[in-house]
Every structure is written in structure tokens, then in C-alpha cells.
């Protein structure tokens, strides 16, 4: 029996010592760890015409199945529906996450062609909705993943496969270092996208030939081959991908302003209190692994230095006028908005916090600031307000 109330509900006695005090100087409210029925979300994946209906998605689950006003392709569950059973989920047609998460990466606003960093990609569930979500534009852009785990990184490659990723590449590296910049030779991916586009819709023949065009005069695209073949091209020996796929494997690694990515994202290593339902899952395998996990006194220091260096790396790779999202799941005005507003603090000149775009009816928390800096773009997930997990977002652009 675990140690819950009679009602099956969680009581805030029950999370070890170490992690109330963590709670109390961190002023968290303990209770978010209590709020009944959180739901679960779900997000299609896969081409947009092979996704799933409503209809199907139904006869998955026992309970409701809605879709979320106003964020495209995530749907609310019941807490106690099981992701993994469902024979939908085997097929690598849906996804869960949390709509916080999905949050983040809608931030980035993605366009078909942009070149997408992901710093801290592992096990990849971003990852995996930005590839969907660049395929599912039909252009040429790519996302490339930096994680510092071996064994996490395995994580990523494996659900790459399962959802068919084809343009994702992933990197097992140190973050507050990598330099690899955004791939340069995109021949290989722009057959891919033509012969998908061939094979698509035959009424929309003309829309294809306008797109063949478009590639076809694409500037970069012309110039890449070309910068690729040149003898005084600048490169650093090439840093070979944990995983790639084919079309992404014979990158030169060219180092030039103008493969400085689009979009980055710093969904940064954090304390996960954020995250209540993995949390909550510790009162099974033992709240001794958590403290072990999380509690590490040297890790949880160690942290905000490592956030403020990845964010310092991913703006050395983003381009002018390209968006940075710093995210996190933790609740922790530390690992967030103090995060940004040292950050801002420190970029008067060039960083712009902007809004992030089309939260639809979801509710946000009120922010912590502590610093002069405005940083009242930014915008906290909370589970009791909310009813998504803990999750802090940033949007800054880089001007
Ligand atoms: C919050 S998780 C990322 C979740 C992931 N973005 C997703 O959506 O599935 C943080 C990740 O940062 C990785 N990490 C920790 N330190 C890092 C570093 N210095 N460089 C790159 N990755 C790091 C961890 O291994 C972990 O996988």
C-alpha cells in the first residue's frame, strides 16, 4: 500500500524531507503536487494526411478524447487512461505530452526552411513535434539535437525511428560547447521533399511545381553545393553525429555566419519539480531514487550555472533576427525567471523577450520577478491554474 490518503489522493506528507525544504526555499506551493485528475495530453503525429481522425482517436480510450482550443493537433485525456496500451501509440501515431511542453515548441514559430537547434533534446519529445512539424510544412528545414547522455541520447534515436523522423540529426555532446552549425548540403532533402511532394495529392500539381520552383531558385541552395566544393571553405574537423539519417549524413560542417540557426531551443537540464506526474510515480519506486536523482545538493547548485552557460551557447549559434526558447520544468524562479532576466540584463542591446504566440483559452500562472528587468512576456504552466504540469517558457529574439 502506498502511503496516499484513503481517497487514492496524494498527501504533501508523504515527499521526502529533503524535497519540502527544496519546495519551502524555492517557494513552490506544495500543493500542486495534489491536484486530482490532472489530464494527460496526446498529440498527433506523422503527416498530416495520415493522422488520425477524432473518430479513431476515440475508440482508443475509454474516456473523453478532446481536442484543446485553439493548439492544434493535442488532445486531453483522463489521468488514468494508458498512453501505452493503446495500439495507435504502438503504431507511432500519437504522442504523449504535455501541452506545456507542446507550448514551447509552438513558440518557435517554425517555418518550412528553418534549421532548428535543439540543446537538450533528450529523450526527445520536442524533438520529435518539430520534425513533425517542419515535414508537415513541406520544406527543407531540419532540427538538430545536442545531448549530453549516451544513454538518453539512445532514447531519442530509437523514438526518431519509431516515429519515422527523416530530417533530425542528433549529437552526443556537451552543450555549453557544441559548435556544429546548421546543415549546409540540403540536396539530399530537397529530393526527399520533391518526391514526397510527387507523391502527394494529384490535384495539387500546380502548388507543387510552384514549390519545385521555389527550391529550384532557392539562393541557398545554389550557393551550398558550391560552398560545400570550395578548397578555402573554414571547417573543423567534422564531429560525427550520434545518429543521422541518410539524407543528412554527408554534411560538410562548414563554419559561416550564414549557417547560424533559425530557431534554438534550451529546454535546459533543471530540478523536474515541474513535472508532477513523474514525480508522483517515486511513491512506487521508492523516494529514495528521487533524492539520489534529484536532490543531489552539488547538482542543484551545479544547475544554475549550467543554465545561464547553454543559454550563452545557443545565442552564440542563433542567427540575427532568429528566436531563442529557454523552457524548463521546474517552478523555480531561479532556474527561470531570474534565468531571463540576467539574461536580458546582460543583452540590453540585442534581446527582445516577446509574447509567445497563441496560447489559446489556457491559463498561466502569475510570474516571480525579483529583478528590474520586464520579463512579463515570459509565461508559467502551473497544474492548479493551468491544469497542464509545472512548465516555464521564454520566447527571446535576437535582433
Ligand atoms: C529536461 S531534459 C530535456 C527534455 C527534452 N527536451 C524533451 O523534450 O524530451 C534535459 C536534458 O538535458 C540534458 N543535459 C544535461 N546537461 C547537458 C549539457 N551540458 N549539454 C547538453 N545536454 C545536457 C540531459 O541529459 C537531459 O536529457
Redesign the pocket.
Do not use: M
Given at each position: 500500500m502506498t502511503n496516499s490518503d484513503v481517497a487514492g489522493r496524494f498527501s504533501i506528507s508523504n515527499l521526502p524531507k529533503s524535497f519540502i525544504k527544496f519546495l519551502e526555499d524555492n517557494e513552490i506551493d506544495p500543493s500542486v503536487y495534489c491536484v486530482n485528475n490532472l489530464p494527460r495530453y496526446i498529440r498527433l503525429t506523422g503527416p498530416l494526411q495520415q493522422q488520425l481522425t477524432l473518430k479513431e482517436l476515440h475508440e482508443q480510450f475509454n474516456g473523453p478524447v478532446l481536442p484543446v482550443d485553439g493548439i492544434d493537433n493535442f488532445f486531453r485525456i483522463d489521468a488514468k487512461e494508458k498512453i501505452v496500451d493503446c495500439q495507435t501509440y504502438k503504431d507511432g501515431k500519437i504522442f504523449g505530452m504535455d501541452l506545456s511542453?507542446g507550448m514551447a515548441v509552438y513558440s518557435l514559430d517554425i517555418k518550412p526552411d528553418d534549421h532548428i537547434l535543439?540543446?537538450?533534446?533528450?529523450?526527445?519529445?520536442?524533438?520529435c513535434m518539430i520534425a513533425d512539424l517542419l515535414a508537415n510544412q513541406g520544406g527543407i528545414g531540419t532540427v538538430t539535437g545536442?545531448?549530453?547522455?549516451n544513454h538518453?541520447a539512445s532514447i531519442c534515436k530509437n523514438l526518431l525511428k519509431k516515429y519515422k523522423v527523416n530530417r533530425a540529426r542528433i549529437f552526443v555532446?556537451?552543450?555549453?560547447q557544441f559548435s556544429v552549425m546548421a546543415p549546409s548540403y540540403l540536396e539530399p532533402l530537397k529530393r526527399l521533399v520533391e518526391a514526397n511532394n510527387r507523391k502527394n495529392d494529384a490535384n495539387k500539381k500546380e502548388e507543387q511545381r510552384q514549390q519545385t520552383k521555389k527550391y529550384n531558385n532557392d539562393e541557398r541552395l545554389e550557393t551550398e553545393l558550391m560552398d560545400s566544393r570550395k578548397s578555402d571553405v573554414k571547417r573543423s574537423p567534422i564531429i560525427r553525429p550520434f545518429w543521422a539519417p541518410q539524407i543528412l549524413r554527408s554534411d560538410p560542417q562548414i563554419i559561416n555566419e550564414k549557417y547560424l540557426y533559425d530557431k534554438v531551443i534550451v529546454?535546459?537540464?533543471?530540478t523536474?519539480d515541474g513535472s508532477i506526474a513523474h514525480i508522483l510515480k517515486y511513491e512506487k519506486w521508492g523516494w529514495d531514487a528521487f533524492e539520489k536523482n534529484f536532490m543531489n545538493p552539488d547538482r542543484i547548485n551545479n544547475l544554475w550555472d549550467?543554465q545561464r552557460k547553454?543559454i550563452i551557447n545557443a545565442w552564440n549559434l542563433l542567427k540575427t533576427g532568429g528566436i531563442l526558447v529557454y523552457s524548463?520544468?521546474s517552478l523555480s524562479r531561479k532556474q527561470n525567471e531570474d534565468v531571463i532576466g540576467w539574461f536580458l540584463s546582460e543583452h540590453m542591446n540585442d534581446a527582445i523577450l516577446e509574447p509567445i504566440p497563441s496560447i489559446g483559452t489556457l491559463k498561466t500562472a502569475p510570474l516571480r520577478n525579483n529583478n528590474n528587468i520586464d520579463i512579463s512576456n515570459a509565461v508559467r504552466f502551473d497544474p492548479l491554474i493551468s491544469n497542464t504540469s509545472g512548465f516555464f517558457v521564454a520566447r527571446i529574439r535576437k535582433q
Open positions: 511542453s535543439d540543446l537538450c533534446c533528450a529523450p526527445g519529445a520536442k524533438l545536442v545531448d549530453i547522455s538518453r555532446a556537451d552543450g555549453t529546454d535546459a537540464e533543471c523536474h549550467l547553454l524548463t520544468c
